[in-house]
Every structure is written in structure tokens, then in C-alpha cells.
Nanobody, 125 residues
Framework: VQLQASGGGLVQAGDSLRLSCTASRRIGSRFFMGWFRQAPGREREFVAVMNWNSRHTYYADSVKGRFTISRDGRENTVYLQMNGLKPEDTAVYYC???????????????????WGPGALVTVSS
């Protein structure tokens, strides 16, 4: 599966952005698909992920209530709606997917074999 993300950009604090990630083929029901991010000088961190079949969602505490992950099954696309952006949200956002994610470890990047090239989000204060 190849993933292609889009929607990054430069915004001011408090603004909104929506990231999109489209898979090159149909996403199976066992897949988890979502987002990680890596800020300059920091390690990659979990942002949000969705179980493709159940649509159950999981969020990092730092984005809960501000970010929303959703999907379009017909388009094999997952979205990340980011509202109330803060300067600390500045990072490269990576789309990730896998069909063999262990539920207790879904926040770990090592669970995902498929990664997109990343979309830069810059939030100015």
C-alpha cells in the first residue's frame, strides 16, 4: 500500500487545517490508519488513528478535543481535521497504516508498515 498525504501549510495559532491521506488501493477491514508527527529535534509521536472497520478512533491527549480523524471508504482516504492549532503542533505529519496492529500498541510507530512521505504543518504564534 502506498500512502500520499496532502493539506499541510503555514497557518496562525487558532486556525484550522485538514490533512488528507489516500491509499493506493482498497483498505481492508483489518486496517488501522492514522497519523503521527515529528517536530524539529523531537521524536516521532502518535497523533490519532482509526480502525477502518469499526471507525473507532484513538487520540493523543495533546490533540484530543481539537483534532478529528475520519475516513472516506470509497476514496480510501483518511482525514485529520485540526482545529485550534497551536505553535506546538508544528511538525511533519505522517500518515501510517497497517493490517496487523496490536491494539495495546497502536500508539507505537513500529506497529505500522506503510507510511506516507509527510506533510509539513507550521503554526505561527
Amino acid at each position: 500500500v502506498q500512502l500520499q498525504a496532502s493539506g499541510g501549510g503555514l497557518v496562525q495559532a487558532g486556525d484550522s487545517l485538514r490533512l488528507s491521506c489516500t491509499a493506493s488501493r482498497r483498505i481492508g477491514s483489518r486496517f488501522f490508519m492514522g497519523w503521527f508527527r515529528q517536530a524539529p529535534g523531537r521524536e516521532r509521536e502518535f497523533v490519532a488513528v482509526m480502525n477502518w472497520n469499526s471507525r473507532h478512533t484513538y487520540y493523543a491527549d495533546s490533540v484530543k478535543g481539537r483534532f478529528t480523524i475520519s475516513r472516506d471508504g470509497r476514496e480510501n482516504t483518511v482525514y485529520l481535521q485540526m482545529n485550534g492549532l497551536k505553535p506546538e503542533d508544528t511538525a511533519v505529519y505522517y500518515c501510517a497504516a497497517d493490517s496487523s496492529v496490536i491494539l495495546s500498541q497502536l500508539r507505537e510507530g513500529s506497529q505500522y508498515d506503510y507510511w506516507g512521505p509527510g506533510a509539513l504543518v507550521t503554526v505561527s504564534s
